[in-house]
C-alpha cells in the first residue's frame, strides 16, 4: 500500500452492505488510471476498529502521499453527488488526519475517532473536480 502510495495514487476504500469496495487511482497526463486491491488492505483495516465502524456506517476512506510536508493525508466522511445532475463529487462531514506512514495516520484517526470529540472534523466539504483522483478542499468553487 505504502509504495502505490508514494507513486502518486489515491487509495479508496469504503463498505457497502458489509462487502469492500476501493481501489487505486492516478492522475496522468493520459487521464486517470486505476489499480485494484492488492488484498491486504481489508485486513490491514480490521486492525483499527474505530475507522472500521466509520466505514460501516457508511463512510469512505480516502489516503494519499505529499500535500503537506511530505505526510500521508487521510480523510474519512460521506460521499455526496451534487449538482442538477449529480455531476459534482463531493465530501462532507470529513476527519482529517496526517502521519509519516500509513500504519500511523490509521493508528491516530483510530485514537481520535475513539473518543468520537469531532476536534478533526472539517465544516466545509472536500470538492472532487472533473478528471481529479482525490478530494481537496478549496477555497472558492
Known amino acids: ?20 469496495s476501493g481501489g487505486y ?4 497526463d493520459f487521464g486517470l488510471c486505476g489499480l485494484e486491491l ?3 488492505e481489508q485486513f490491514l483495516l480490521t486492525n483499527f476498529p474505530n475507522v472500521l465502524q ?10 494519499y502521499f505529499g ?4 505526510m500521508f493525508t ?13 455531476e459534482e ?3 462532507s462531514d470529513v476527519f482529517l488526519f496526517y502521519g509519516t506512514s500509513p500504519i500511523t495516520v490509521l493508528e491516530e484517526a483510530d485514537q481520535i475517532l475513539a473518543k468520537n470529540t469531532g476536534q478533526n472534523k472539517q465544516l466545509k466539504k472536500a470538492y472532487r473536480l472533473y478528471g481529479q483522483d482525490r478530494y ?5 468553487k
Not at 500500500?1 to 469492500?20: A, K, V
Not at 500535500?67 to 511530505?70: F, G, K, P, R, Y
Request: aromatic share 12%.
Open 1 to 20: 500500500m505504502e509504495e502505490r502510495l508514494r507513486d502518486g495514487y489515491t487509495f479508496y476504500y469504503s463498505l457497502i452492505n458489509g462487502n469492500d
Open 25 to 28: 487511482l492516478k492522475r496522468t
Open 38 to 40: 492488492c488484498g491486504n
Open 54 to 63: 466509520r466505514l460501516n456506517s457508511g463512510n469512505t476512506l480516502q489516503m
Open 67 to 70: 500535500d503537506v510536508c511530505h
Open 74 to 86: 487521510m480523510m474519512i466522511g460521506k460521499e455526496n453527488r451534487e449538482g442538477p445532475y449529480g
Open 89 to 91: 463529487a463531493s465530501f
Open 136 to 140: 481537496q478542499f478549496y477555497t472558492s
